[in-house]
T-cell receptor
Framework: GQSLEQPSEVTAVEGAIVQINCTYQTSGFYGLSWYQQHDGGAPTFLSY????GLEETGRFSSFLSRSDSYGYLLLQELQMKDSASYFC???????????FGGGTRVLVKP | GAGVSQTPSNKVTEKGKYVELRCDPISGHTALYWYRQSLGQGPEFLIY????????DSGLPNDRFFAVRPEGSVSTLKIQRTERGDSAVYLCASSLRGPGANVLTFGAGSRLTVL
C-alpha cells in the first residue's frame, strides 16, 4: 500500500513563504500531486511532479526527491485567500489512483 | 458540462436506508473516480471507472457500497443499509485520460449524514 505524512497545520502571515513537507512510503508510483481545498469546497489541482526536481507555477512551487521519498509544496507571497487545506497525493504505479495524505491546514494571518 | 456536477449536495437519511449519489463528469472525460472524505482528513479512494467498467474497486469498504456508470458518462454511487459511520462527504472526480492521469477535476461533493 501507500502512505503519506504531512504536518497537520501551519500558520503564517501575509507575504510570508510557507513550505509544506510530504514524506511517503510506496512500492512504486508515477508522480506526486498537490491539491488545494478551501473549507466546503472541492479539491483543486495545483501541481504535479513526475520527475525529481522543482516545478514552478506562479507563486506555488513543488519539489520531489524519489531517493528521499520526500516532496514539498512552497507557497510564496502568501495571500489571505491561500488559507486552505493542502494535500499531497501519490499517483499509483498503475496510473489510475490517487492516494491522498491527511492534509495540511494553512492559516494566513494579516 | 463545465465542471463535475454532484447531486444531491446534501443528504440526510436514517440508519438502514438506501441512498444514491449521482455524479455528472466533465464531457469527454473517460475516467471517473469516487472518493470519500471525513472531516479533517484527506479524500479516501473508493472506485475508479475507465469508460463503463470499474477498473479498480479496491477502495469500496464492503458490499453495501456499489457504483455504476452504464453509459460511460454519469455515475451513481449506491449505499445500502446505511450506517452512521457512512456519514462523510462523497467526492466525484473525472479526468481526460485514464492510466497516467495526473489532473483530477473534483465536484463539490455530496454530504451524507446518517442519523
Amino acid at each position: 500500500g501507500q502512505s503519506l505524512e504531512q504536518p497537520s497545520e501551519v500558520t503564517a502571515v501575509e507575504g510570508a513563504i510557507v513550505q509544506i513537507n510530504c514524506t511517503y512510503q510506496t512500492s512504486g508510483f508515477y508522480g506526486l500531486s498537490w491539491y488545494q481545498q478551501h473549507d466546503g469546497g472541492a479539491p483543486t489541482f495545483l501541481s504535479y511532479n513526475a520527475l525529481d526536481g522543482l516545478e514552478e507555477t506562479g507563486r506555488f512551487s513543488s519539489f520531489l526527491s524519489r531517493s528521499d521519498s520526500y516532496g514539498y509544496l512552497l507557497l510564496q507571497e502568501l495571500q489571505m485567500k491561500d488559507s486552505a487545506s493542502y494535500f499531497c497525493a501519490l499517483l499509483g504505479a498503475a496510473g489510475n489512483k490517487l492516494t491522498f495524505g491527511g492534509g495540511t491546514r494553512v492559516l494566513v494571518k494579516p | 458540462g463545465a465542471g463535475v456536477s454532484q447531486t444531491p449536495s446534501n443528504k440526510v437519511t436514517e440508519k438502514g436506508k438506501y441512498v444514491e449519489l449521482r455524479c455528472d463528469p466533465i464531457s469527454g472525460h473517460t475516467a471517473l473516480y469516487w472518493y470519500r472524505q471525513s472531516l479533517g482528513q484527506g479524500p479516501e479512494f473508493l472506485i475508479y471507472f475507465q469508460g463503463t467498467g470499474a477498473a479498480d474497486d479496491s477502495g469500496l469498504p464492503n458490499d453495501r457500497f456499489f457504483a455504476v456508470r452504464p453509459e460511460g458518462s454519469v455515475s451513481t454511487l449506491k449505499i445500502q443499509r446505511t450506517e452512521r459511520g457512512d456519514s462523510a462527504v462523497y467526492l466525484c472526480a473525472s479526468s481526460l485520460r485514464g492510466p497516467g492521469a495526473n489532473v483530477l477535476t473534483f465536484g463539490a461533493g455530496s454530504r451524507l449524514t446518517v442519523l
